[in-house]
């Protein structure tokens, strides 16, 4: 197999980039799909874990290849090296983001579980990921909503003053203005949020994918 080297523009003149001869539009009809990445944001306590493992869930059952990149889960490795400070809060987000980005090219759909509190984070995940391919997804409910869920605990926690930058409570979080996806989860259930995210998905993505696939399979029939 041979390989192709572009040079990359920025890290170093040292560096090139390898690629095989496996194309993007390969993978998508590998796995019949478009692969994006679903960016769910919101407050802690809005649902993002508890969507995202839904959503996982149903999108395997109907033979979709997926992987739900939690907050929680890659601090225990991953971002095991990083803090909620500010930096680190933004490390981390580039951090999931080159690896979302990856799992894309690979043509799996993603899902983040991520607070990912500011904007300009996000954007710079959108940049990362791919405009074309990054569903900014706001898991909207008031802070004393989540309060009131508080599953970890942590809201008391962070009232009493035992966490300092706790996101909604003493850290600030930057309401996406234009997110691909609004999700209510103060007032829908979890599953009637995966049912939006996932009409979503089938109005957009998914739906190209069928197109594609049946227009191969056509000239596949006809081609014999
Ligand atoms: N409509 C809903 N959508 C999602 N979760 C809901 C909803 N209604 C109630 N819940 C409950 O709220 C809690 C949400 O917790 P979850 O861990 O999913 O939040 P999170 O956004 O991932 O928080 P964190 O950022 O701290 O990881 C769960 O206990 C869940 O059962
Ligand atoms: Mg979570």
Known sequence: MSLKRTTMEQPSTFLQRCHGTIAAQDRMQMFRQQPVTIWLTGLSGAGKSTVAF????????????????????????????LGFERKDRRENIRRVAHVAQLMNDAGLIVITALISPMSDDRAMAREIIGPGKFIETYLSAPVATCARRDPKGLYAKAMAGE???????????????????????????PIESVTQIFAYLRENSLATVATAAATATGQEASAA
Do not use: M, W
């Open 163 to 189: 966490i300092a930058s706790f996101t909604g409570v003493s850290a600030p979080y930057e309401a996406p203005s234009e997110p691909e996806l609004l999700i209510d989860t103060a007032a829908q259930t």
């Open 54 to 81: 839904k959503l996982e869930e149903h999108l395997v059952s109907l033979g979709h290849a997926c992987y739900v990149l939690d907050g929680d889960n890659v601090r225990h490795g991953l971002a095991s090296d």
